[in-house]
């Protein structure tokens, strides 16, 4: 059993792997801090807002980056000035880093894989992956925006806001204004991907697999 454990670990690209940890993370942190938040907690929750409100941005630009990865340099360099500025302008309304370091890692990683695979590039099936996730990001949203009057506040209580000095300038006008909601977007979302990633690697293991071995 360990053994044909290990055989179809190593038949898994790297790249699956870290997207799959990735968004079981982001699952996990969307929903601890939506369920028990602390004190203290505000600035990654707002943070987290901020992401979801990018991730629709990124999930185009790390399709785009592996796309263009082994075309032309001129191409690839473009790519990244857009991309790379563009996430800056999103970071500078954080109180640090973390939109730039997530957009780094995950177009970082979206990029090698499309640079080691270039051979199996398909612009075509790339766009169509694209138009999916927007989709499922889209569709997402829409459920939620329906289902915001019914949606727990769990840990995310009018008294933490308050504690926590959380302003809300709008009432219920975006994520922002409705933390609990966000955070319910954001972790569905990611869970979403979750299992998307999981069958993924799941077909890509029964492709490589023997007839024998099934």
Not at 71 to 86: E, I, M, N, R, T
Not at 117 to 129: D, G
């Amino acid at each position: 059993m360990k053994i044909k454990l290990i055989k179809i670990i190593t038949k898994v690209s790297v790249f699956s792997l870290i997207g799959l940890l990735f968004n079981i993370f982001m699952t996990y942190k969307f929903l601890s801090l939506w369920i028990h938040p602390q004190l203290g907690d505000i600035e990654m929750i707002k943070n987290l807002i901020i992401l979801m409100l990018f991730e629709f941005f990124m999930i185009h630009a790390g399709l785009f980056m592996s796309t263009i990865a082994g075309q032309s340099w001129k191409d690839w360099l473009y790519g990244v000035l857009f991309f790379g500025l563009s996430a800056v302008a999103y970071n500078s309304v954080v109180s640090n880093n973390f939109i730039l370091i997530i957009y780094c890692s995950m177009v970082l990683n979206r990029t090698l894989s499309g640079i080691l695979k270039r051979e199996e590039t398909n612009v075509k099936k790339e766009l169509s992956i694209a138009a999916f996730y927007t989709m499922i990001y889209i569709g997402l949203l829409i459920v939620i925006a329906f289902c915001s009057p019914f949606i727990p506040k769990f840990g995310l209580t009018n008294d933490f806001l308050k504690a926590e000095h959380y302003i809300i300038i709008k009432s219920n006008d975006d994520l922002l204004s409705v933390p609990h909601v966000a955070m319910c977007f954001g972790a569905m979302y990611y869970l979403i991907f979750t299992f998307v990633e999981m069958n993924s690697i799941v077909r890509s293991v029964r492709c490589q697999q023997p007839t024998g071995d099934l």
